[in-house]
């Protein structure tokens, strides 16, 4: 029997086998088995009967659990209101599809699953405490799971411990990539045996029932009924099972297997494209990068490009939006190109040279901002060129903002604020308050971040705290307002507005690194080692965060636990250049050149010109000796960093070494004149050259 104390993967051919193993070997106790099969709920499947199963008892007992979760719990799954009640209102959920102009991706997605994951520990925890029966929670069929429900079963079973709460893997094949890797790590691997398949139902009976398992069945004898089944009779059952699930269907259940089954119906150009472009629009508002994708493909399928090319191209444009969210960027370039070739439409055009200049200015890699530049000025020329003229204005507004972003890449912060203000003027002058304002808001909001870049600091402040009145729950804005309090010195001010962002947003990885990083600052030790353990719990390849950790462990005299922490690192990524260097310098901080050496050099060859190994490998030669070599080392460091009072300080130190004594007073005196200089020592130093 498997050990209570890991999770589990069984593997099976049949669901009915894995299911009789399964209940011979867990029982029945605290033992929830949600079915994750893609089609019936699309995104989530699974995920939304667990929480169905956990969410009463949990609102009754634990309401303030409940209540700090709410957010990750609804995103995805809105239907879960009738249990907690309704999500608060944003810009973004309350505006039209059609004036839509901010889009989440994958990122938002993960953030959402992983403040869900937090939830299900943080409660199987408390019901620990409470004397309950552990938690297991069976998540059959991952093997055809969405890959939003395989991204976070595979983030439970990492975080999560089996001790409380015990994950169950089962599955007919493999399941995706992420999810095998960790199962590999945390989980007991068993076989179930098949049992012969004994059916004597007759053949309408078989095909029948294979519809109504909305094509999850996996009885061999329904599969073989429905593939030699009359098509006439497969189009009147699907359409006869969409009829039955559609009134009254929740979104997973449109998703997926109202979807499904008009796809397969009598009439899947007309009510199958219906509903497939309902779903969609769901799945792009939400951000289900791999839905929309999916969804995207399947609408382009059942959609003449000719005869309805304003929906050709919103499942073409969302979709090829999507992929660049999956890191799948030559894909949507493609997509993006086949429209260029379909259509001589202006708007056609415009919305394809947009998408090709986001690639080329913000993901591809190296970016390329002249070539974007090009593309989103033809954007930009074509909006001026459509007919209708309230289009016409929102266009060249939208496409001006994008030029503004590339503008703003190539380093001509005053033409982007140009763009943007007159963006905002003409808005202003042209529409009623009410009328496009979540797309109002992002041009303030580009404006605040174009007047801190710029420095003007006052300005950019009191613009991100209008835009947190308009919109208070987006908590991009008061992390940009956080940023500037922290440059202006007031750091109080800075973690008010990180505890406020992380109270009412998902654990985005990156707001509890820079609240950690304020802690820090402010001399809260515990609170920044409290930040970056659940940052490193939710990513453990996060490298600033480990790096950080790391320093602070090493500032605090914990050599052992920081080396700890970066070998864990190196684990993940094993040529990381900054987790190498970092472990050079502990070596060399308790004063191990030797074995410092190796690591700082493996270091430079993934980047030579990484400065904190330079610096760090010119101390080991300089410890060892070999004076010439760091010269070499920290020179190059200052041709990447420029002047800075410490390199000029050790690279006076080397050439006083090499008895090159002009050229170190010369190094001391200049680092005299840079701010952040050690006065007291660089005179010392000038007095030993005299």
């Known amino acids: 029997m498997p050990s209570p104390q890991r999770h589990l993967r069984l593997r099976g051919a049949r669901r009915a086998d894995r299911q009789r193993h399964l209940a011979s070997v867990l029982g029945d106790a605290g033992v929830i088995t949600a079915l994750c099969h893609h089609r019936l709920r699309g995104p989530y499947t699974g995920v939304d009967t667990i929480l169905r199963a956990l969410l009463p008892d949990a609102q009754k007992r634990w309401p303030d659990l409940v209540e700090r979760h709410k957010v990750e719990l609804l995103y995805g799954i809105p239907e879960l209101a009738e249990l907690i009640g309704p999500a608060p209102s944003t810009l973004a959920s309350a505006g039209p599809f059609s004036q839509r102009t901010r889009f989440y991706g994958a990122h938002m997605i993960r953030c959402m699953s992983q403040g869900v994951v937090t939830f299900l520990i943080d409660l199987a925890r408390l019901r620990s405490e409470a004397g309950d029966v552990p938690l297991c929670l069976v998540f059959e069929d991952m093997h055809a799971a969405e890959p939003t429900t395989s991204e976070l079963v595979a983030l439970l079973a990492r975080r999560c411990d089996p001790s409380t709460l015990r994950v169950v893997v089962s599955t007919a094949d493999s399941v995706a990539a992420d999810l095998a890797s960790v199962l590999d790590r945390v989980a007991e691997d068993a076989l179930c045996s098949d049992s012969p398949e004994q059916d004597d139902r007759g053949q309408d009976e078989l095909v029948a029932a294979y519809v109504r398992s909305d094509g999850t069945s996996d009885s061999r004898a329904e599969m073989d009924a429905y593939g030699s089944a009359d098509p006439v009779l497969l189009q009147r059952l699907h359409d006869e099972r969409a009829d039955e699930l559609e009134p009254g269907a929740d979104w997973g259940t449109v998703i997926g297997a109202v979807t499904y089954h008009r796809e397969r119906g009598t009439d899947p150009h007309g009510r199958g494209q219906e509903v497939l472009d309902r779903a969609f629009q769901f799945c792009v508002e939400i951000g289900f990068s791999a839905a929309v994708v999916d969804l995207g493909v ?70 390329d901002h002249e070539t974007a530049v090009g593309w989103q000025n033809n954007a930009y020329a074509l909006a001026s060129l459509l007919p209708d003229p309230a289009e016409r204005r929102t266009y060249e507004v939208f496409q001006a903002n994008g030029l503004a972003l590339v503008e703003m890449h190539r380093g001509h912060l005053a033409r982007a604020l140009e763009l943007v203000d007159g963006g905002i003027a003409r808005l202003n002058d042209e529409l009623d308050d009410e009328e496009w304002v979540l797309h109002r808001s992002q041009l303030f909001y580009n404006r605040a971040r174009l007047h801190a870049a710029l420095g003007r600091a006052d300005e950019a402040y009191d613009e991100f705290s209008e835009l947190i009145d308009l919109d208070p729950l987006y908590t991009d804005y008061l992390s940009e307002r956080a940023k500037i309090s922290r440059k202006r010195g007031d750091l109080h001010a800075a973690l008010a507005d990180y505890d406020r962002a992380v109270q009412i947003g998902p654990p985005f990885p990156e707001l509890y690194y820079n609240r950690g990083t304020a802690r820090l600052a402010v001399d809260d030790v515990d609170g920044a080692f409290a930040d970056f353990d659940y940052v490193l719990e939710m990513e453990p390849g996060d490298v600033d965060t480990r790096l950080t950790r790391a320093e602070t462990l090493l500032a605090s005299g914990d050599a052992v636990a920081a080396h700890a922490d970066v070998v864990a690192g190196l684990e993940l990524t094993p040529d990381e250049p900054r987790l190498l260097a970092m472990l050079g310098t502990i070596e060399l901080e308790q004063d191990q050149p030797e074995q410092a050496l190796p690591h700082l050099d493996a270091a430079l060859a993934g980047d030579p010109r990484y400065p904190a190994a330079l610096v760090n490998r010119a101390v080991a030669h300089f410890r060892l000796g070999h004076a010439e070599i760091a010269v070499d080392d920290l020179t190059l460091a200052l041709d990447v960093v420029g002047a800075d009072p410490d390199v000029l300080l050790n690279r006076g130190m080397a050439y006083l070494a090499c008895e090159q004594s002009e050229l170190a007073m010369r190094d001391f005196s200049s680092a005299l004149e840079l701010p952040g200089a050690d006065v007291e020592e660089l005179r010392n130093q000038l007095e030993l050259c005299r």
């Open 298 to 367: 399947r609408g382009r399928a059942v959609t003449d490009p000719v005869a309805q090319p304003k929906l050709y191209l919103r499942f073409t444009q969302h979709a090829a939006s999507a992929l660049v969210a999956l890191g799948r960027l030559t894909e949507s370039l493609e997509l993006y190109m086949d429209l260029r070739a379909r259509y001589t439409d202006a708007k056609v055009h415009m919305t394809a040279s947009y998408g090709i200049a986001m690639l080329h200015t913000r993901f591809f890699v190296p970016r």
